[in-house]
C-alpha cells in the first residue's frame, strides 16, 4: 500500500559539492507530489535520493533522514536494493530492455526478486500491470514481441508496468512524458492520476502546467547562484503554489521570469 515520506534536514553531497542543502518536506500517500524549478536545482537529486538511487554515483552520500512510515530509508542496516523494491522508479527516457519480449520486461524484477514473484501467477502479473498501466488492450496480442518495437509513449507505459508489477509502495518519475508527443504525454498524465489510487508518487516535471494539471501538492526548489546547493523554497497545495505562493521567487518561476 501506499507510504507517506517524511524528508528531515536533508543535505546530498557529490563528493566536497554540496548539490541541496536542508530540504523537509512531507508527502503524503496517495497523492501526486511534483518537484519543479530551474534546471540544477536539485530537484531530480532530491528524488533519486528517496530511493537512494544517486548512490550508484561514486561519492554521493547524504545527510538528515528520509523516512518511509517513519522507518529512516538511510539506517546503517538497510540495503538499498531493499528500498529500491518498495519505491520505484520510472526515467525520463523510455528504457525497456531492448532484447527482452513486452511479456519479460513486465517480469523482469519479478525474475530479480524471487521473493517477490512467489505464489505468483507471472501471467497474472502481467496482464493485471499491463492493465494498470493502460496498455493491455493495444499489447496482449503480441506479448512475445520486443518491447523496443513499441512507440515512445507505449515503451514508457511499458516500464511504469515493470515499476508497478513488484508492487511498490511509492512511484518516483523522473519527467516521464519530456520525451514524448502531446497525445503521449496525455496518456501518461491520466495514467498518474489513475495510478495514485494505489500509490504515492512523486513527479518532478519542467512543464508547469503538467504541474498543475497532475499534481496534489507542489514543491518549488531553486538556487541562490550559481555553485550554491539547490534548496527547497516552498511547498503546498498546488492550487495555492499556482495561484497565491509566498516567496517572490516561486511566482516569478511560474510566471517564467526566469528558468
Same mark, same amino acid.
Given at each position: *500500500?501506499?507510504?507517506?515520506?517524511?524528508? +528531515?534536514?536533508? $543535505?546530498?553531497?557529490?563528493? $566536497?559539492?554540496?548539490?541541496?542543502?536542508?530540504?523537509?518536506?512531507?508527502? !503524503?500517500?496517495?497523492?501526486? %507530489?511534483?518537484?519543479?524549478?530551474?534546471?540544477?536545482?536539485?530537484?531530480?537529486?532530491?528524488?533519486?535520493?528517496?530511493?537512494?538511487? @544517486?548512490?550508484?554515483?561514486? #561519492?554521493?552520500?547524504? !545527510?538528515?533522514?528520509?523516512?518511509? +512510515?517513519?522507518?529512516?530509508?538511510?539506517?546503517?542496516?538497510?540495503?538499498?536494493?531493499?528500498?529500491?523494491?518498495?519505491? #520505484?522508479?520510472?526515467?525520463?527516457?523510455? &528504457?525497456?530492455?531492448?532484447?527482452?519480449?513486452?511479456?519479460?520486461?513486465?517480469?523482469?524484477?519479478?525474475?530479480?526478486?524471487?521473493?517477490?514473484?512467489?505464489?505468483?501467477?507471472?501471467?497474472?502479473?502481467? +496482464?493485471?500491470?499491463?492493465?494498470?498501466?493502460?496498455?493491455?488492450?493495444?499489447?496482449?496480442?503480441?506479448?512475445?514481441?520486443? #518491447?523496443?518495437?513499441?512507440?515512445?509513449?507505449?515503451?514508457?507505459?511499458?516500464?511504469?508496468?515493470?515499476?508497478?508489477?513488484?508492487?511498490?509502495?511509492?512511484?518516483? *518519475?523522473?519527467?516521464?512524458?519530456?520525451?514524448?508527443?502531446?497525445?503521449?504525454?496525455?496518456?501518461? !498524465?491520466?495514467?498518474? @492520476?489513475?495510478?495514485?489510487?494505489?500509490? %504515492?508518487?512523486?513527479?518532478?516535471? @519542467? &512543464? *508547469?502546467?503538467?504541474?498543475?494539471?497532475?499534481?496534489?501538492?507542489?514543491?518549488?526548489?531553486?538556487?541562490?547562484?550559481? #555553485?550554491?546547493?539547490?534548496?527547497?523554497?516552498?511547498?503546498?497545495?498546488?492550487?495555492?503554489?499556482? %495561484?497565491?505562493?509566498?516567496?517572490?521567487?516561486? +511566482?516569478?518561476?511560474?510566471?517564467?521570469?526566469?528558468?
Amino acid at each position: *500500500m501506499a507510504k507517506r515520506i517524511d524528508i +528531515e534536514d536533508l $543535505d546530498i553531497y557529490y563528493g $566536497d559539492f554540496k548539490a541541496v542543502e536542508g530540504v523537509n518536506l512531507a508527502i !503524503e500517500p496517495k497523492s501526486v %507530489t511534483a518537484f519543479i524549478g530551474p534546471s540544477g536545482c536539485g530537484k531530480s537529486t532530491v528524488l533519486r535520493s528517496i530511493n537512494r538511487l @544517486h548512490e550508484v554515483i561514486p #561519492g554521493a552520500y547524504t !545527510e538528515g533522514k528520509v523516512l518511509l +512510515e517513519g522507518d529512516d530509508i538511510y539506517a546503517p542496516d538497510v540495503d538499498p536494493v531493499n528500498i529500491r523494491g518498495l519505491i #520505484g522508479m520510472v526515467f525520463q527516457r523510455p &528504457n525497456p530492455f531492448p532484447t527482452m519480449s513486452i511479456y519479460d520486461n513486465v517480469v523482469a524484477g519479478l525474475k530479480l526478486d524471487k521473493s517477490k514473484a512467489k505464489g505468483k501467477s507471472l501471467d497474472e502479473v502481467v +496482464e493485471k500491470s499491463l492493465r494498470g498501466a493502460n496498455l493491455w488492450e493495444e499489447v496482449k496480442d503480441r506479448l512475445a514481441k520486443p #518491447g523496443a518495437g513499441l512507440s515512445g509513449g507505449q515503451q514508457q507505459r511499458l516500464c511504469i508496468a515493470r515499476a508497478i508489477a513488484v508492487e511498490p509502495q511509492v512511484l518516483l *518519475m523522473d519527467e516521464p512524458a519530456s520525451a514524448l508527443d502531446p497525445i503521449s504525454t496525455l496518456a501518461i !498524465e491520466d495514467l498518474v @492520476h489513475e495510478l495514485k489510487r494505489n500509490y %504515492t508518487i512523486v513527479i518532478v516535471t @519542467h &512543464n *508547469m502546467q503538467q504541474a498543475a494539471r497532475v499534481s496534489d501538492t507542489t514543491a518549488f526548489f531553486n538556487l541562490a547562484g550559481i #555553485g550554491q546547493p539547490g534548496k527547497l523554497v516552498e511547498s503546498g497545495p498546488t492550487e495555492t503554489i499556482f %495561484t497565491s505562493p509566498k516567496e517572490r521567487a516561486t +511566482e516569478d518561476y511560474i510566471s517564467g521570469r526566469f528558468g
